[in-house]
């Protein structure tokens, strides 16, 4: 069965900085797309990176581009979002998926079951 699960979220004033740790089990990273979303109350769930096996492939939102930077490691199974100068609009559920990059747009095929708890990320002075 696959599962990821989510860690490293908090309460975090605007400037500030997290790093959150994603580790999947049941299923093997090497040759995925693996990614971040997220999602805020009463919003739309959204892409924010995805990192394919291919560092040079790496998409990011146009909100995160030069604050974010997605990582993975794939013999611990485990992809990392280091977010830097967290702003109050970065506050959010954030998820772990595997993805996939479609033009400009980043997507997920994930079915609803594989899907982590999530951690949440809060961004308050």
């Known amino acids: 069965q696959v599962q990821f699960v989510e860690s490293g979220g908090g309460l975090v004033q605007p400037g500030g900085s997290l790093r959150l740790s994603c580790a999947a089990s049941?299923?093997?990273?090497?040759?995925?797309?693996i990614g971040w979303f997220r999602q805020a109350p009463g919003k739309e769930r959204e892409g924010v990176s995805c990192?394919?096996?291919?560092?040079?492939?790496?998409y990011y939102a146009d909100s995160v581009k030069g604050r974010f930077t997605i990582s993975r490691d794939d013999a611990k199974n485990t992809v990392y979002l280091q977010m830097n100068s967290l702003k109050r609009e970065d506050t959010a559920v954030y998820y772990c998926a595997t993805c996939l990059i479609i033009g400009t747009r980043m997507a997920t095929r994930m079915p609803s079951g594989s899907w982590g708890q999530g951690t949440q990320v809060t961004v308050s002075s």
């Open positions: 049941g299923f093997t990273l090497n040759y995925s797309a």
């Open positions: 990192r394919p096996r291919s560092s040079e492939l790496t």
